[in-house]
């Protein structure tokens, strides 16, 4: 099983960037998948999360600010990054809750995505 994030890049402040999470292998379901940032000097910290179902939940910093959604039937992972701000500058990392194909389950993460908000 591997995850595997794209979409970071360089943005201007107040634009917009939109992160994909594919996840691929002997997979049998997917439970929540979630973003995490990691900012030099920093932890890594939860951006957002979303159930199999569709719940979501959002770190108050990007409230009103970023969407997370998915797409059961790709495995995939998206995160809309609007109205970005220097400070949401970070490595961003996918994490999902995997059952596998051979009964095991286990949180995979991918290698990171990095984005970076300058003018």
């Known amino acids: 099983v591997a995850l595997v994030e794209s979409g970071g890049g360089l943005v201007q402040p107040v634009r917009s960037l939109r992160l994909s999470c594919v996840a691929s292998?002997?997979?049998?379901?997917?439970?929540?998948m979630g973003w995490y940032a990691q900012a030099p000097g920093k932890g890594r910290e939860l951006v957002a999360t979303?159930?199999?179902?569709?719940?979501?939940n959002y770190a108050d910093s990007v409230k009103g600010r970023f969407t997370i959604s998915r797409d059961n039937a790709k495995n995939t992972a998206y995160l809309q990054m609007d109205s970005l701000k220097a400070e949401d500058t970070a490595v961003y990392y996918c994490?999902?809750?995997?059952?596998?194909?051979?009964?095991?389950?286990?949180?995979?993460w991918g290698q990171g995505t990095q984005v970076t908000v300058s003018s």
């Open positions: 292998g002997m997979i049998w379901s997917i439970n929540t």
């Open positions: 979303i159930t199999q179902s569709g719940s979501t």
């Open positions: 994490k999902a809750n995997i059952v596998r194909l051979d009964d095991g389950r286990e949180d995979y």
